[in-house]
């Protein structure tokens, strides 16, 4: 990575797939275009479980993304729009599922 926080390779920012693994098990997989996040962002527990989805654009997140708990459960779901206060909504749940919270932007 270079000081603007670009992934780099071979002395160029980097467009394509950035996977990462520990232990030897993909734990993320992101596109990348001219170094930034760009594209699809996906990460895994260890198990293979998903752990969280969604799209960024130019290193934000756009769109829907969301996240689980290790047993599967919904652990949240964030929506955000292009605009400077990007965050629109957003809810989370326990590992049961329960609801705890859910919140929306008014923008009336």
Known sequence: MDDAQRVIYRGEPFTG????YQSGHLISLDEHTN???????RE??????????????????????????????MKSRKFSDRTLV?????????????????WRRDDG
């Open 44 to 73: 895994w527990y260890q198990d293979g479980t998903l752990r969280s989805e969604g799209v960024v654009r130019d290193g934000r997140p756009l769109g829907e993304f969301k996240e689980w708990h290790p047993n599967g459960v």
């Open 86 to 102: 990007s965050l629109c909504e957003e809810e989370t749940w326990d590992e049961r599922g329960v609801l705890l919270t859910s």
């Open 35 to 41: 170094g930034v996040p760009n594209g699809l962002s």
């Open 17 to 20: 797939e950035v996977a990462e």
